[in-house]
């Protein structure tokens, strides 16, 4: 069962906030978060394993809660680079491979 | 570093051929993953080949196979095509899935 996420599509202006869920009725391993941009390969965002850790690069950064099955992506300050389909991905195992990935939420950042 | 590159990028296919898909993984990296991603939606995981051995399938029926070569590149072989099959096939490869996956642009199978 694919993990589900929202909201299902979101448009922000150049500088604000966003936050994308993504929640499982299975357990969570691990997480990972893609970026892709129309006619372009999903690009790794980053991966968070269980511990209930969290993570970020530059103004982008996740949250993982194995015990609610939730991780949320956070977007701050978005620049326009950011307009792209966010996925989030379930590994089964500890290995963090064979993803289930969730359906995606659209962003769209205008200027 | 070269990425992950799949062959061909587009191709149309009629309803009851076979196809073969092409990928070859980024440098260094031993495991393969292939995904379908039907359009508007989430890649969905086929299988995945470690060191030239199939060791993880998704839900899709036995006419979906693949082999990874010596040199880690992979393909994707697809019987019977069914109309259904029309979709985007992603190929990924990662030295760990730990480490996150680098995916290819994608093949474009169109079946008529």
């Known amino acids: 069962q694919q993990p589900v996420q929202s909201p299902q599509a979101v448009i922000l202006r150049e500088g604000e906030d966003a936050v994308i869920n993504c929640s499982s009725s299975?357990?969570?391993?691990?997480v990972h978060w893609y970026r892709q941009k129309h006619g372009e390969a999903p690009v790794f965002l980053m991966i968070?394993?269980?511990?209930?850790e969290q993570k970020g690069h530059d103004k982008i950064s996740a949250s993982f809660n194995e015990k609610k099955q939730q991780s949320s992506l956070y977007l701050t300050a978005s620049q326009l680079s950011y307009s792209g389909t966010y996925f989030c991905?379930?590994?089964?195992?500890?290995?963090?491979?064979?993803?289930?990935f969730g359906g995606g939420t659209r962003l769209m950042v205008k200027p | 570093e070269t990425g992950v590159t799949q062959s061909p990028t587009h191709l149309i296919k009629t309803r009851g051929q076979q196809v073969t898909l092409r990928c070859s993984s980024q440098?260094?990296?031993?495991?393969v993953s292939w995904y379908q991603q039907a359009l508007g939606q989430g890649p969905q995981f086929i299988f995945q080949?470690?060191?030239?051995?199939?060791?993880g399938r998704g839900n899709f029926p036995p006419r979906f196979s693949g082999l990874q070569f010596p040199n880690y590149s992979s393909e994707l072989n697809v019987n019977a095509l069914e109309l259904d099959d029309s979709a985007l096939y992603l190929c990924?490869?990662?030295?760990?899935?730990?480490?996150?996956?680098?995916f290819g642009s994608g093949t474009r199978l169109t079946v008529v």
């Open positions: 990924a490869s990662s030295l760990s899935g730990r480490r996150g996956y680098t």
């Open positions: 299975k357990a969570l391993y691990s």
């Open positions: 968070l394993l269980k511990g209930g």
């Open positions: 991905g379930s590994s089964p195992n500890n290995a963090g491979n064979m993803l289930t």
């Open positions: 440098s260094g990296h031993n495991t």
């Open positions: 080949y470690y060191r030239e051995e199939e060791n």
